[in-house]
């Protein structure tokens, strides 16, 4: 019969919540408590387990990366689009006479309510603007 090493005893503390779990998980599993300790402590101190700690880190910044970078296009879609929309108005609405400019601005309300309608139609069935604009345009073209 091949022989065994002797095992170390150790005394630790352990907080009662993690030591009820260790009982449970133990009983569930039908091992002993000093098994599934031992276990774990080498699990936390074996090199494969930082290189699974930063293969999930790593997997996860990548993930945030590219939702920045949606976003990022996102709001430079927005902000070009809002200069665009400015640039126009400005170019083509002509400064009312006080008469007319009233009557404009009482007319506004009803308008604005009207755009907020159609906005949240828009938003609510799409297509949104950023889905219908190619991911491949470059940010290097000419204006």
Known sequence: MPSRKKKAQISVYIDPDIMTMLADYAARREQSQSMIAEAAIASFLSP???????????????????????????????????????????????????????????????????????????????PKLRQEISEDVSGSGSQ
Request: charged share 35%; no cysteine.
């Open 48 to 126: 494969d387990d930082a290189e699974r700690r930063e293969a999930a880190i790593a997997k996860r910044l990548d993930q945030l990366d590219r939702r920045m970078n949606r976003l990022e296009r996102d709001i430079g879609i927005s902000v070009e689009t809002l200069a665009i929309f400015v640039r126009f108005w400005l170019a083509t609405t002509p400064t009312l006479p006080e008469p007319a400019a009233q009557a404009a601005r009482a007319k506004a309300g009803e308008r604005y309510e009207a755009f907020i309608t159609a906005l949240g139609r828009r938003l609510a069935k799409g």
